[in-house]
């Protein structure tokens, strides 16, 4: 059964600050891992999504690795702002339907 | 048109209560997905429509009934419910049956859901 962990369970930082939010798996037999942001009381957005073949992707600000034969991802988030401060959710896709298979998230705050 | 809406956004329901959530999307995408997720916890999978037909039930107990009557439209049924129940439940939908890697599931933002 696929487990995935998220650390740390929530992180703080001053506005500015380059950070680092760290997901690991079980499971290597994935298709794609996806960072996806959850602000309060509402659904998800996808951030980033990294297919098996790939090492990492970027978007702005955001950058996403992924080793799947060590089982591990990390999202930096470069020059932190307030409007980031959200719960980073790390998922990742195996099996037939395409079960995704969340962690628990980071709860990241930025402090102006 | 790139999103899913759901609806209602907020519910509130007594225990001897029938309701039913609605879930939308017009982007074409052939698989759809209801989530429960409680507070500080990660989504969980509950069901898994593909081409309209179930294909997945997270041994989800039976007070919780989904339909999918056509492509672009996903109900969830609410019957009896427990206030255990209470929660945020999030459909999405996914292109499918497309290149496995390349796919990201669409979420829609939510029906809160409160069982007194």
């Known amino acids: 059964k696929q487990e995935v962990t998220q650390i740390p369970a929530a992180l703080s930082v001053p506005e500015g600050e380059n950070l680092v939010l760290n997901c690991s798996f079980t499971?290597?037999?994935?298709?794609?891992l996806q960072w996806f942001r959850q602000d309060p009381g509402k659904g998800l957005t996808s951030l980033l999504l990294i297919q098996s073949s790939q090492r990492e992707q970027t978007s702005g600000r955001l950058n996403a690795s992924l080793d799947k034969s060590s089982g591990r991802s990390t999202l930096y988030i470069a020059a932190s702002q307030p409007g980031d401060s959200a719960t980073y959710l790390c998922?990742?896709?195996?099996?037939?339907?395409?079960?995704?298979?969340f962690g628990k998230g980071t709860l990241l705050t930025v402090n102006p | 048109d790139t999103e899913v809406t759901q609806t209602p956004k907020h519910l509130v329901m007594g225990m001897t209560n029938k309701k039913s959530l609605k879930c939308e999307q017009h982007?074409?995408?052939?698989?759809m997905y209801w989530y429960k997720q409680k507070a500080k916890k990660p989504p969980e999978l509950m069901f898994v429509y593909s081409y309209e037909k179930l294909s997945i039930n997270e041994s989800v107990p039976s007070r919780f009934s989904p339909e999918c009557p056509n492509s672009s439209l996903l109900n969830l049924h609410l019957h009896a419910l427990q206030p255990e129940d209470s929660a945020l439940y999030l459909c999405?939908?996914?292109?499918?049956?497309?290149?496995?890697?390349?796919?990201?599931?669409?979420f829609g933002p939510g029906t809160r859901l409160t069982v007194l």
């Open positions: 499971d290597s037999a994935i298709y794609n």
């Open positions: 998922a990742v896709t195996g099996g037939s339907n395409y079960k995704l298979t």
């Open positions: 999405a939908s996914r292109p499918g049956p497309g290149p496995l890697s390349t796919d990201t599931q669409y």
């Open positions: 982007m074409g995408h052939r698989a």
